[in-house]
């Protein structure tokens, strides 16, 4: 197997490497899939992906190596072609079950849970080519979002929004509020402000 030598310069870096690499179902040498933020930080600056992950100071044997922007441009080159869907955590949860199919063939496991198939709204064909294992078809968990609301004087309740001038102002039309995820939402809240979940849209 040819060894491929990554250069990296920051944690982050070193972190998506490792991305890439678990997600391709590669391990450390001791059979662990952990960041070891500890070994970067000891001046860990080289990845090795072989047979298992490696990791060294300097790059000992001189082996071509290729930077993290170079690499970064590879995956983005291999994966361009790959169609990701967003779902629900409860539906992904249920295709890795239908994907598993322990006991069954896979057949077998796709007829037993068609309603459930015809239910989700990327379409069968996506779904069908996604359980036999094809790499352009990729689904993942929706990022939730949440919004932010809290009882006016009239003891309603009332969400925040931006206005058209892009300044926080308030609706009683959940629908309207301002929504993104926790990280985001966070920045905006105020002890005024209580942080809910959106719900499938609602």
Same mark, same amino acid.
Request: glycine residues 6%; aromatic residues 14%.
């Given at each position: 197997?040819?060894?491929?030598?990554?250069?990296?310069?920051?944690?982050?870096?070193?972190k #998506?490497? /490792?991305?890439?690499? @678990? *997600?391709?179902?590669?391990?450390? /040498?001791?059979?662990?899939?952990g960041?070891s $933020?500890d070994? @970067?930080?000891?001046?860990?600056?080289?990845l090795? /992906?072989?047979?298992r992950?490696?990791?060294?100071?300097?790059?000992?044997?001189?082996?071509?190596y290729?930077?993290y #922007? $170079?690499? !970064?441009?590879?995956q983005?080159?291999?994966?361009? !072609?790959a169609?990701?869907?967003?779902? #629900?955590?409860?539906? @992904?949860?249920?295709?890795?079950?239908?994907?598993a199919?322990?006991g !069954? #063939? /896979?057949? $077998?496991a796709i007829?037993?849970?068609?309603?459930?198939?015809k @239910?989700i709204?990327?379409?069968?064909?996506a779904?069908l080519?996604?359980?036999?294992?094809d790499?352009a078809?990729?689904?993942?968990?929706?990022?939730?979002?949440?919004?932010l609301?809290r009882i006016?004087?009239?003891?309603?309740?009332?969400y925040?929004?931006i206005?058209?001038?892009?300044?926080?102002?308030?609706t009683?039309?959940?629908?309207e509020?301002?929504?993104a995820?926790l990280? $985001?939402?966070?920045?905006?809240?105020t002890?005024?402000?209580?942080v809910e *979940?959106?719900?499938h849209?609602?």
């Amino acid at each position: 197997m040819t060894e491929t030598v990554v250069h990296v310069t920051t944690l982050e870096q070193w972190k #998506s490497v /490792l991305d890439v690499w @678990f *997600k391709q179902g590669n391990m450390w /040498l001791d059979g662990g899939k952990g960041y070891s $933020e500890d070994t @970067f930080e000891r001046g860990g600056r080289y990845l090795f /992906l072989g047979g298992r992950i490696t990791w060294s100071v300097s790059n000992p044997t001189s082996k071509p190596y290729i930077e993290y #922007s $170079e690499f !970064m441009a590879q995956q983005k080159e291999d994966n361009k !072609m790959a169609t990701v869907y967003e779902v #629900s955590q409860s539906v @992904f949860d249920e295709l890795q079950r239908i994907k598993a199919h322990e006991g !069954m #063939s /896979l057949i $077998e496991a796709i007829v037993g849970h068609a309603p459930f198939i015809k @239910f989700i709204e990327v379409g069968n064909k996506a779904i069908l080519r996604y359980l036999a294992d094809d790499p352009a078809i990729e689904f993942k968990v929706k990022e939730p979002l949440y919004r932010l609301w809290r009882i006016d004087d009239y003891d309603d309740r009332t969400y925040m929004r931006i206005n058209g001038f892009g300044t926080p102002d308030w609706t009683p039309n959940k629908d309207e509020a301002f929504t993104a995820t926790l990280e $985001e939402i966070k920045k905006w809240q105020t002890p005024a402000w209580k942080v809910e *979940k959106v719900q499938h849209g609602k």
